[in-house]
């Protein structure tokens, strides 16, 4: 139904989203300040000089690294979700499951500290929390809330969605079990 995220490519042939997914994990662990060549190459088991077949400089990778955390932790996502055949509801439940399941934002918190000092970091974060806002809008509408509505429980969720792997960890199946919660009050239409 959704996608999941990448693990690193166990063949000897890396390709450029290995280190960039490697770079993302430093970068979660202990900061952009430690995303550095040879700390990456040594988590890769590789020179090096294999960096430089995908990359011109250590800019360049956070470049890349950038882009390629909106597109794997955002854009897939929403594309996925905007495909999905079932109600609205199950849509948002999808989405919210294949967030938590595949820790698609668990570097939300390391990007989001790295946009206080990086310019680039800044526009690539606010520009990819604007895109989940908009379409978690889209999503609370289609199942019937009006625009403020939608609005607040789209913010709501997005921001749970992007605290919950890094701020609240714990054991997976007890979070499912509050995801599930948490899914129902912001889905279920109230009267006024």
């Known amino acids: ?15 450029q989203n290995d280190w960039l997914y490697a770079a993302l994990e430093i ?12 700390p990456l190459a040594k988590k890769l088991g590789v020179t090096s ?7 011109s400089d250590r800019p360049a990778l956070y470049d890349s690294l950038l882009d390629y ?10 594309e996925a979700a905007k495909d999905y055949e079932g109600s609205p509801r199950d849509r948002i ?3 919210m499951e294949q967030v938590m399941d595949s820790g698609m934002a668990k ?3 390391a990007i989001g500290h790295w946009a206080k000092s990086y310019t680039k970091a800044q526009e690539v974060f606010s520009r990819t929390v604007e895109k989940r806002l908009t379409f978690a809008t889209w999503m609370f509408e289609q199942v ?12 709501i969720m997005v921001v749970y969605m992007m605290g919950e792997s890094t701020l609240l960890p714990g054991d ?5 079990e509050l995801l599930k919660l948490k899914h129902e009050i912001l889905t279920t239409l109230q009267q006024r």
């Open 93 to 95: 439940w999808g989405l």
């Open 49 to 55: 000089g294999s960096f430089y077949w995908h990359f």
């Open 69 to 78: 955390w909106e597109r794997e932790m955002t854009d897939k996502a929403i």
């Open 172 to 176: 997976h199946r007890e979070r499912k």
């Open 107 to 109: 570097y939300d918190l």
């Open 1 to 15: 139904m959704f996608i999941s995220s990448k693990a690193i490519n166990k063949s000897k042939q890396l390709t």
């Open 144 to 155: 019937g809330f009006d625009k403020i509505q939608a609005e607040t429980r789209g913010r």
């Open 27 to 38: 970068l979660s662990t202990y900061g952009v300040e430690s995303v550095k060549i040879v």
